[in-house]
């Protein structure tokens, strides 16, 4: 794959045709998981887990993908990206969520008025908005850190083992921010532990699973851009948008 495409260390001035299509399911991704799967606990089969595992770790493997094809100075645009667009979407649903509403609008729909029930499903608490994007972007540069050193440490070799290795190590970090600063006294000790450790096995295993869906999207991506990019000479702090 790589002997027909030209080696990049620099990706700051350079215009890809894709990258904007990748940014713009990142934050989707990012923005859908956070709103909708963030405070639902399911169970399946005796199986207990967050309901956010089954669609939330795609955004790891999407980030995978945009170390692996457009480097870490790209990756790093999108995880901001996702991270505004969260906090935005958060902010939005609990402004929506305080307005009056109109009393024509706000009647009772089985024994729960229509405001009570747009609070249940759109009103989080702020520590869950808080831990929600603090994980997401601690768990997404770190994602995309060992991704990138990882692929130049092996001058790109292994690829399998670098999107596994950088999802263990950036969903352990996201999963130990989130669930014990967004239910800390609100679940049970217990419960945390059993919904963390599960989802990041969950998300560990989606990795695993997708690896061939990953190489594919990787291999279409690369020869489509005709680049191979390596962060040889990359700035890693998290705090640019270069």
């Known amino acids: 794959m790589n002997t ?5 260390t620099d990706t700051s001035t350079r215009h890809f045709r894709f990258f904007d299509f990748m ?11 956070n709103i909708i799967g963030a405070g639902k606990v399911a169970e399946i089969a ?3 887990f967050g309901a956010g595992v089954i669609f939330f770790p795609l955004s790891y493997v999407l980030g995978d993908v945009l170390t692996e094809v457009y480097g870490y100075q790209r990756a790093r645009r999108a995880i901001w990206a996702g991270f505004f667009a969260a906090a935005f ?27 009570d029930s747009f609070a249940m499903n759109f009103g989080q608490a702020p520590r869950i908005v808080l831990a929600s ?12 850190f060992v991704m990138a050193k990882m692929k130049v440490m092996s001058k790109g070799k292994a690829l399998y083992q670098r999107t596994i290795g950088s999802t263990v190590v950036g969903q352990a970090v996201d999963s130990m921010v989130f669930y014990p600063v967004a239910f800390w006294g609100i679940w049970s000790t217990e419960l945390i532990i059993t919904v963390m450790l599960t989802n990041y ?4 295993l989606w990795e695993v699973l997708l690896t061939p869906v990953t190489y594919k999207v990787i291999a279409v991506l690369k020869r489509a851009e005709g680049v191979d990019v390596y ?3 990359t700035n890693f702090t998290p705090f640019s948008i270069k």
């Open 4 to 8: 027909t495409l030209n080696k990049v």
């Open 23 to 33: 940014l713009g399911a990142t934050c989707i991704l990012i923005v859908c998981s």
């Open 46 to 48: 005796g199986f207990t």
């Open 89 to 115: 979407a958060a902010f939005m649903a609990w402004f929506i969520t305080e307005m009056p509403p109109s009393p024509n609008w706000n009647q009772d729909v089985g024994g729960i008025s229509r405001q």
């Open 133 to 144: 994007v603090l994980a997401i972007w601690l768990g997404e540069f770190t994602n995309a």
């Open 201 to 204: 096995g969950l998300k560990v």
């Open 231 to 233: 962060d040889e000479h």
